[in-house]
């Protein structure tokens, strides 16, 4: 784990996508991925997640402002009626699309900690048409919503940012109603990763620094309550991904590529809550 200050950490990824969400008002792009919330370039973390019947479904700036490293709502199962929360739902693709696949009966809530971001979920919102979805402020460490409330939860490359992880999955469990799914993409790690890539902060922000094993994951959520936990490879960054993650971040990237190919994914990361609690 890198010795970094919590709240500085925070506090430097909502700074840093707070520039992002503003960048969409600017004409920019904006991409996650160690580059994009810092200069807005795009790269292999963020492109090429939603097909075009996903797409066709939103206004262009809600496609344009996802940050993400997957797509939840196409791999979690999302009933009519249900009520869905995203974790980290920044400019709000995940949520519009959630709110649509629930229906009217349903509600679909993002959660997000930087005003900027909740500024553009909402425009986007307005501009989606789109009644049964609520953007909240707050921390994912900290949901703003009561026990046993949500049926399903999504988040997409958002927990490898948390400097708490095991609280974020504790919050995730306790919101969930008995046999509710946690549903996620995040990026994760297999084998090891250079110590380098672990303390750079900027790394951190752009969804690197910050992963988690796969299976100190698996791990964490067993701890948190949840069973039936599964971690599904969805895309396995290669050199030259490593290259576009590693570059201007003021480290050696010629050294460094090579030793994280491979260890970094996309995956989708699925658990369930027991639905009769010990
Ligand atoms: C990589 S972006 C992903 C946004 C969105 N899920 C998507 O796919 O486009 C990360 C988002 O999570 C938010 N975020 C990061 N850490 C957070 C935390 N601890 N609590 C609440 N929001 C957080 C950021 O403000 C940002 O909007």
């Known amino acids: 784990m890198p010795i970094f200050n919590h709240k500085g950490l925070k506090e430097t990824v909502k700074e840093k996508y707070g520039q992002a ?23 292999p973390i963020t492109a090429n997640l939603y097909d075009a019947a996903q797409t066709g479904l939103l206004p262009e700036e809600a496609v344009q402002t996802s940050l993400g490293c997957g797509n939840p709502t196409a791999l979690a199962t999302l009933n009519r009626g249900e009520t869905v ?50 953007f909240l402020k707050g921390e994912i460490e900290n949901i703003p919503l009561p026990d046993k409330s949500v049926d399903v939860i999504i988040s997409n490359c958002v927990i490898n940012l948390s400097t708490d992880k095991d609280r974020v999955l504790r919050e995730a469990f306790r919101v969930l109603k008995p046999g509710g799914r946690f ?70 990237v010629d050294a460094l590529a090579p030793q994280v190919q491979g260890k970094f994914l996309s995956a989708f990361v699925r658990a369930v809550k027991p639905s009769l609690e010990q």
């Open 21 to 43: 969400a503003l960048r969409v008002h600017t004409g920019g792009s904006s991409c996650c991925g160690a580059a994009a919330a810092l200069d807005g370039c795009c790269d």
């Open 85 to 134: 929360l995203d974790l980290g739902s920044g400019g709000g693709i995940d949520v519009l699309l959630s709110a649509r696949r629930v229906g009217p009966t349903g509600k679909a809530y993002g959660l997000d900690m930087t005003d900027e971001m909740l500024a553009l979920a909402r425009e986007n919102q307005r501009k989606a048409g789109v009644g049964n979805a609520e």
């Open 183 to 252: 549903a996620v993409s995040d990026v994760v790690t297999r084998g090891e990763v250079p110590a380098e890539v672990r303390q750079n902060m900027l790394l951190w922000v752009g969804c690197i620094a910050g992963a988690l094993e796969d299976s100190e994951y698996v791990a964490k959520l067993a701890e948190a309550g949840f069973e039936a936990i599964n971690i599904e490879t969805m895309r396995i960054y290669d050199i030259q991904d490593a290259r576009a993650l590693l570059s201007g971040q003021g480290i050696d």
